[in-house]
């Protein structure tokens, strides 16, 4: 059985999600762990026996004889990593956004075409089961040609004040936008020709993180569909659920609906709140991950193993990555912008 050996660069929140999953996988091997912060790099390394430990990134890319690196560092620190590897022939999985503007995107995209190697990114909406469903019942013809579509996938504070120290270098347009925009590209099949978005500043300053409140965009595809997408990470901290999470589409034959957030599948309460854990993302049973977000890591892993193409190209995350700096293009100037590939 063919084993992929792994490299993480990013021991943070992600980056162990992807050293656990490696270890998991009966095809990988995680044989490699970076962070700048050498001491949460090592922490990773032993909870999940990496064996090479490196704060440097160039380091371990000339040292390690990995076949593949996932890049789990924050959204705009992509593509010096990803360009190195793919300058030591590693095959990638670059978290999403692919990068955060579009010199960063041309030279990774440079880089992986120049020396042939396999490129990723983990746009992993494509694995949540109701819209891995929706895209099934669209491809069937269920309900006609996608029309119109709404989407809100937006996040409670915390996110931005606490889980993430880079929020404020950040937007949720490439924290969780990434994500919608993915799904209703993969809905219409089809590129975003124009957008405009409006957006609101002025929480999450206040609780000092700099970063835009909420964004609505609307979006104009290439073949007629159009689209609304909201992306915030301003919902109340007592939301049962981390993500607000709901799609609909509407086609010319039929409509699909999503509440991927709601779902109570199971509540918690306690005498403070309750919870509805997001567990079609991410839950452990019998100490295996289970949910979308592992099950694209799995699968890049699975592809690595029969060649097959991955089921998000990196031109699908170009084009991703491009119609959101056109949106936060827009929402600066408050006008729509056309986008151009
Ligand atoms: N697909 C998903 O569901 C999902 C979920 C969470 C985060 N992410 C993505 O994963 C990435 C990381 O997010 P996170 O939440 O783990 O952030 P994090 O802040 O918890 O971890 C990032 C780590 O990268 C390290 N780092 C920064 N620069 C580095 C460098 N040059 N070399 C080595 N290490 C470096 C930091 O020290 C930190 O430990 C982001 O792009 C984020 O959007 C994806």
């Known amino acids: 059985m063919k084993q992929v050996k792994i490299g993480v660069v990013g021991a943070g929140t992600w980056g162990e999600t992807h050293a656990s999953i490696y270890r998991e996988h009966s095809n990988a091997i995680p ?8 001491e949460k790099a090592k922490k990773i390394a032993e909870k999940y026996g990496i064996s090479e430990v490196y704060s440097d990134y ?52 440079e880089a992986v075409e120049r020396n042939g190697v396999r490129a990723m990114v983990d746009l992993h909406n494509r694995w949540n089961p109701p819209f891995n469903t929706a895209k099934q019942k669209i491809e069937a013809g269920v309900i006609g040609e996608p029309y119109t ?24 347009l490439w924290f969780l936008g990434s994500h919608s925009l993915d799904a209703l590209c993969w809905f219409f099949n089809d590129d975003v020709k124009r957008v405009y978005s409006v957006k609101r500043k002025g929480i999450l300053q ?43 589409i509407l086609g010319t034959k039929g409509s699909v609906n999503i509440n991927a957030s709601n779902h109570n599948l199971i509540q918690i309460a306690t005498e403070q709140k309750t919870e509805i854990p997001d567990i079609l993302v991410s839950n452990m049973v019998f100490d295996r991950c289970k949910g979308l977000s592992y099950e694209s890591i799995r699968d890049f892993v699975d592809r690595l193993v029969d060649g097959k193409p991955f089921r998000v190209s990196l031109e699908d995350a170009r084009k991703n990555a491009i119609t959101i700096i056109a949106i936060l293009e827009s929402a600066e100037k408050k006008i729509p912008i056309e986008v151009s590939f």
């Open 31 to 38: 044989v490699a762990i970076c962070d700048k912060d050498i």
């Open 58 to 109: 160039r380091q371990m890319a000339a040292k390690c004889d990995c076949d593949a690196v996932a890049i789990v560092t924050p959204d705009f620190l992509h593509a010096d990593i990803a360009t190195t590897f793919a300058d030591a022939k590693k095959d990638l999985l670059i978290e999403k956004p692919l990068a955060t503007n579009r010199k960063d995107i041309d030279r990774i995209c």
């Open 149 to 172: 579509a709404y989407i809100r996938h937006s996040d409670i504070k915390w996110v931005a004040t606490d889980l993430l120290p880079w929020a404020a270098k950040s937007s949720i």
């Open 206 to 248: 206040k609780l000092n993180v700099d970063t835009d409140d909420i964004f609505q965009t609307t979006l104009e595809f290439k073949k007629g569909g159009i689209a609304q997408m909201e992306n915030g990470w301003i919902t109340p901290n007592g939301n049962g659920n981390v993500n607000d999470f709901r799609c609909n």
